[in-house]
Each structure stands twice: as structure tokens, then as C-alpha cells.
Antibody, heavy 121, light 111 residues
Framework: QVQLVQSGTEVKKPGASVRVSCKTS????????VSWVRQAPGQGLEWMGW????????IYAEEFQDRVTMTTDTSTSTAYMELGSLRSDDTAVYYC??????????????WGQGTLVTVSS | QSVLTQPASVSGSPGQSITISCTGT?????????VSWYQQHPGKAPKVLIY???IRPSGVSTRFSGSKSGNTASLTISGLRPDDEADYYC???????????FGGGTKLTVL
């Protein structure tokens, strides 16, 4: 069965960076893109960007373009999201989600369990 | 502020039907048939209910249906059940900028 398992809770200070991993299994990694979506406490969903597991092409949301880096490791079927220059308003649960297609559609058929990132001095 | 506009809350009684709207523009909902709907229970990851406007993934109840007219998409839940109480989000592909937009979410209360 398809699974996306994310790394654990992180606590970071303002200005630091955080790297969240998303280990996938149960499907051909290169056949789907992976998006990252975050949710601040009590707030809605926010799309951060997408990476192709086939060729590494990336599309970042404008808001995060200067601070986010998405990568994949095809040898371990794992996707990574690194967010830098952290601020208190980056405190959120970060989800990885499999895009059902090989291109960006917004149809996310499987989701990781979420990783809580807290930014606090 | 979300690109797609949803009502903050809706409510209904068990057995009734409700509809949640999601309004965008010709650059997102009106321009693509890539509208999805997600259900999220507290503390859980979202779960897809509808994709490509009106298609239900395997395993999703037929009580959930989607449609689109112009720049507005809709999710209808029929035969409301207590466990339908959750937050619901629409999403759409966009033509530029951030290529995926979400609605602000709608809290469904089953009275």
C-alpha cells in the first residue's frame, strides 16, 4: 500500500533552517510528483511547491521561492523540503502529498502524517 | 487571504444535504477542470473526496459529489452523518504564480 512517512517534530530558532523528509513506499517513486503543503495552527492549507520525482523539476509558490528548496533521493524514494530564514509565522504542520499525476494538478491522493515545525526563540 | 473563497461554516442535520461553494476566477477554477475537494478531521491529514471537478476516488462514498459552473465549484454531501463533521477544502490548479490554490476551508457542523 502507498505510504508517505515524514520525519518528526522540529523546534527551531528564528533565522534557522529546517529540513523535513518524506519517505515513500508502495509505488513507483518516479511516476508521481510530490507537493508540500503547510497548515498554520487553526488555519487553512497552503501549497508551498512541487517537485517531480522523475526529473527533479521544481515549481515553488511565489511566497516561498526565496527560502525553500525541494529535493528528492530516488535511491531511497524520499522527498525533502528545506525552509530557511525561519520566522515565527512559519510555525505550522508541514505535509508532503503525492500528486496523482506527473504534473502539478492539485489532486493529492496520498498524504504524509504531517510534521510539526515550531519556530520560537 | 486565500485565493479561492469558501464559506467559513455550514451546518445541517443528520440525513440532510448540504452544499459548499468555492469561488475563484477564470485563472483557476474557471480555466481548468482540476478542482479537488478534501476532508480534514482535527489532527489528521486531509483526505481527497473529489478530483477533476466531479470524480470520486475509489473508496469515497457516493454521498459526496462535485460540480462546477463558471468560476464556482461546489461540493454536495447528501445523507449527512455525524462523522461528516470536519473541515472541507477546495483546491484548483492556477494558470500562473503559485500553481495550486486552496480555499480557506469550511467547517461543517452536523447538528
Amino acid at each position: 500500500q502507498v505510504q508517505l512517512v515524514q520525519s518528526g517534530t522540529e523546534v527551531k530558532k528564528p533565522g534557522a533552517s529546517v529540513r523535513v523528509s518524506c519517505k515513500t513506499s508502495g509505488y513507483t517513486f518516479s511516476a508521481h510528483g510530490v507537493s508540500w503543503v503547510r497548515q498554520a495552527p487553526g488555519q487553512g492549507l497552503e501549497w508551498m511547491g512541487w517537485i517531480s520525482a522523475y526529473n527533479g523539476n521544481r515549481i515553488y509558490a511565489e511566497e516561498f521561492q526565496d527560502r525553500v528548496t525541494m529535493t528528492t533521493d530516488t535511491s531511497t524514494s524520499t522527498a525533502y523540503m528545506e525552509l530557511g530564514s525561519l520566522r515565527s509565522d512559519d510555525t505550522a504542520v508541514y505535509y508532503c502529498a503525492r500528486d496523482a499525476a506527473t504534473v502539478v494538478t492539485g489532486y493529492f491522493d496520498y498524504w504524509g502524517q504531517g510534521t510539526l515545525v515550531t519556530v520560537s526563540s | 487571504q486565500s485565493v479561492l473563497t469558501q464559506p467559513a461554516s455550514v451546518s445541517g442535520s443528520p440525513g440532510q444535504s448540504i452544499t459548499i461553494s468555492c469561488t475563484g476566477t477564470s485563472s483557476d477554477i474557471g480555466g481548468f477542470n482540476y478542482v479537488s475537494w478534501y476532508q480534514q478531521h482535527p489532527g489528521k491529514a486531509p483526505k481527497v473526496l473529489i478530483y477533476e471537478v466531479s470524480i470520486r476516488p475509489s473508496g469515497v462514498s457516493t454521498r459526496f459529489s462535485g460540480s462546477k459552473s463558471g468560476n464556482t465549484a461546489s461540493l454536495t454531501i447528501s445523507g449527512l452523518r455525524p462523522d461528516d463533521e470536519a473541515d472541507y477544502y477546495c483546491s484548483s490548479k492556477k494558470s500562473s504564480g503559485s500553481l495550486v490554490a486552496f480555499g480557506g476551508g469550511t467547517k461543517l457542523t452536523v447538528l
